[in-house]
């Protein structure tokens, strides 16, 4: 399957800073790709789709002002933590779909980014 | 957009067993289902997924059923083995996951 990388694995910042994350899909040019949020024991829950060269998509309850997401290229996506709290801990995890294809296939997972915020 | 859910939260079953998840949609133009296994601390893995146009798919252990009447489709794994014991996640096409069912296989 194709790989989408993530950066860093894991960081720990102090409470008011920013922290930005990458995604990167290493073997293919990714249109789309998702951004999630992952509390312990819990799902994967949607923040938000970017599309390249456009604004991201955020799911209603997630701000966007708190969560910078830019989608500069066909195989970067960065997530950006502003001022971050510690309540923002949790694991950040990113998806690519390559273009051309629609909803309707497969996503490719990166690895995970767990934020925690001390 | 699409609500998923899902069941049971979590199984716990005897080596060698079948085990079976089952998921729900909300959304009847949805037409890619996904299934994906994540260890812990780790991003989600596919293993499965399924088409609406067509009603199973079977991957040696691992199988997936879909009813589009119904708008349910199902994860089974057979001969389940230590190593199977994960968190499952369903998801619809655009990339809505189904809660999670935490899975434990019994040696």
């Known amino acids: 399957g194709a790989v989408v990388s993530q950066h860093p694995s894991w960081v720990i910042c102090k409470s008011g800073t920013s922290v930005k994350i990458e995604c990167r899909s290493l073997d293919f040019q990714a249109t789309t790709m998702f951004w999630y949020r992952q509390f312990p024991k819990q799902s994967l829950m949607l923040m938000a789709t970017?599309?390249?060269?456009?604004?991201?998509?955020?799911e209603q309850g997630v701000e966007k002002d708190k969560f910078l997401i830019n989608h500069a290229s066909l195989t970067l996506s960065t997530l950006t933590v502003t001022s971050a709290h510690p309540e923002d801990s949790s694991f950040y995890i990113c998806?690519?779909?390559?273009?051309?294809?629609?909803?309707?296939?497969?996503?490719?997972f990166g690895q995970g980014t767990r934020l925690t915020v001390v | 957009g699409e609500n998923v859910e899902q069941h049971p939260s979590t199984l716990s079953v005897q080596e060698g067993d079948s085990a079976v998840i089952k998921c729900t949609y909300s959304?009847?133009?949805?037409?890619?289902f996904p299934w994906y296994k994540q260890e812990l601390g780790k991003g989600p893995q596919l293993i499965i997924d399924?088409?609406?146009?067509?009603g199973e798919k079977k991957d040696q252990r691992i199988a997936v059923t879909l009813n589009k009447t119904a708008k349910h489709f199902s994860l089974h794994i057979t001969e389940t083995q230590p190593e199977d014991s994960a968190v499952y996640f369903c998801?619809?096409?655009?990339?809505?996951f189904g809660a999670g069912t935490r899975l434990t296989v019994k040696p």
């Open positions: 998801a619809a096409n655009d990339m809505r």
């Open positions: 970017s599309n390249e060269g456009s604004k991201a998509t955020y």
């Open positions: 959304d009847s133009a949805s037409n890619y």
């Open positions: 998806s690519a779909r390559p273009p051309a294809t629609g909803s309707g296939t497969e996503a490719f």
């Open positions: 399924i088409r609406s146009n067509v």
